[in-house]
T-cell receptor, first 115, second 114 residues
Framework: AQSVAQPEDQVNVAEGNPLTVKCTYS??????LFWYVQYPNRGLQFLLK??????LVKGSYGFEAEFNKSQTSFHLKKPSALVSDSALYFC?????????????FGSGTRLQVQP | EAGVAQSPRYKIIEKRQSVAFWCNPI?????LYWYQQILGQGPKLLIQ????????DSQLPKDRFSAERLKGVDSTLKIQPAKLEDSAVYLC????????????FGPGTRLTVL
């Protein structure tokens, strides 16, 4: 069975500083990996995905994520945080071999960017 | 491009009552999903449709939950009778046919069961 772990319930960072939101996954084979962001009273918005190829994936709003197969991680990063980045972030995985399209989500990490 | 539409946005009912949620996916998206998101948790799949057929309903509590997708477009999710633990946000998502495609989520319906 596939699973996702987001070890930090909350990440606090000062505006202008780099941020990292951690994600590790578990699948039997190769994964597709996704990051979504959720603002209050809104649905999840897609940020970026890893399918294949370059381990560093760039996405919306200046976010990027690095796929590390040996560590089974897919950490979300941004070089310079903005107050408007404050939101709830979800990592999700889909196992390629099963052909199952539904995503398995982590429990989420709340990012708080202080001015 | 219009996004995924859901209604109602909020619903408050008493336990043992029934409730229904509606979803209109992005035009042309063959795959439609219903997720349940309990406060403090990530979304959990309830049911997945491919066109108007059910692909995965392994986590749907079938004794009380039902869903349909008539004509392969709109979908409804019903709970009958509701329990206190059904209080959650119900998210509808749609996606293209490819397995690498991301899913697009609606704003969700927040259900409170009293």
């Amino acid at each position: 069975a596939q699973s996702v772990a987001q070890p930090e319930d909350q990440v606090n960072v000062a505006e202008g500083n780099p941020l990292t939101v951690k994600c590790t996954y578990s699948v039997s084979g190769n994964p597709y990996l996704f990051w979504y962001v959720q603002y209050p009273n809104r649905g999840l918005q897609f940020l970026l995905k890893y399918i294949t190829g370059d381990n560093l994936v760039k996405g919306s709003y200046g976010f990027e994520a690095e796929f590390n197969k040996s560590q089974t991680s897919f950490h979300l990063k941004k070089p310079s945080a903005l107050v408007s980045d404050s939101a709830l972030y979800f990592c999700a995985v889909r196992e390629i071999a099963t052909g199952r399209r539904a995503l398995t989500f982590g429990s989420g990490t709340r990012l708080q960017v202080q001015p | 491009e219009a996004g995924v539409a859901q209604s109602p946005r909020y619903k408050i009912i008493e336990k043992r009552q029934s409730v229904a949620f509606w979803c209109n996916p992005i035009s042309g998206h063959a795959t439609l999903y219903w997720y349940q998101q309990i406060l403090g948790q990530g979304p959990k799949l309830l049911i997945q449709f491919q066109n108007n057929g059910v692909v995965d309903d392994s986590q749907l509590p079938k004794d009380r939950f039902s869903a349909e997708r008539l004509k392969g477009v709109d979908s409804t999710l019903k709970i009958q009778p509701a329990k206190l633990e059904d209080s959650a946000v119900y998210l509808c998502a749609s996606g293209g046919a490819g397995t690498a495609n991301e899913q697009f989520f609606g704003p969700g319906t927040r259900l409170t069961v009293l």
